[in-house]
């Protein structure tokens, strides 16, 4: 059995995170268990921390205090991927980002060939796989980033808000994709300010209110009724 095996199925537990910037806890002790496997969503307001929270858990920043582990160990597995509001892509055409991606993760050409091919049917980009990325829609250029992240058949992958910036379409297309991308055994960990994609898609939802976690809470449950004040008037003035 492979590293990422035996890293396969543990959980991601987030001890005392905290993290200041200008003098405020942006983050402010945050106690959180991501069960492997679970579609996890991070709500909360403006300014709440959320996109912070994602960077934490991905490790792209370092906690001022406290700590991410995954199961017992302190060490981060290399198998995770992020997709971000606007893809960040190469001028390459799309299956070249795809297999830059594989290449920098150290997957064997001979392998990584046939990564490419399914990761861009996975999206429905087969038919573009030639074309530069530069020229593909916002909502292209979206499930280019996800082919890319799930051709690294990461353990978690992190989305930060990926359908901010896409219409209705193309929302419900990368909302397909992840459900696929969950279905092949990844925990998915995402912020979303649609509540209608959070019903749709979580299992369980997070709310951070001030950098602080008021409720953790089955989805289904936090939706009929949340527990924290903060969440509920949240959800209230959401339904204006
Ligand atoms: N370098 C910095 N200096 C001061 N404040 C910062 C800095 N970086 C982030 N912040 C603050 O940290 C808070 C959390 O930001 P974050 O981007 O995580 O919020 P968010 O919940 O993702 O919000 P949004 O819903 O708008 O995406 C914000 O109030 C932001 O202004
Ligand atoms: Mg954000």
Redesign the pocket.
Known sequence: MGDAEVIAGLPIVASGITIV??G?R?LDGIELTIEARSRTFIL??????????LRVLHGLIAPDAGTVRWGRQTARPINQAMVFQRACLLRRSAAGNVRHALALAGIRRSEARQRVDDALARVGLTAIADRPARVLSGGEQQRLALARASALEPEVLFLD?PTASLDPPATRAVESIVSAIHARGTTIVM?T?SLGQAKRLADTVVF?DAGRVTEIADATQFFAAPRSPEARAFLEGERL
Do not use: D, I, P, W
């Open positions: 910037r200008g405020t942006v909360g307001a403006n300014g709440a921390g959320k996109s912070m929270l808000e912020t300010h951070l």
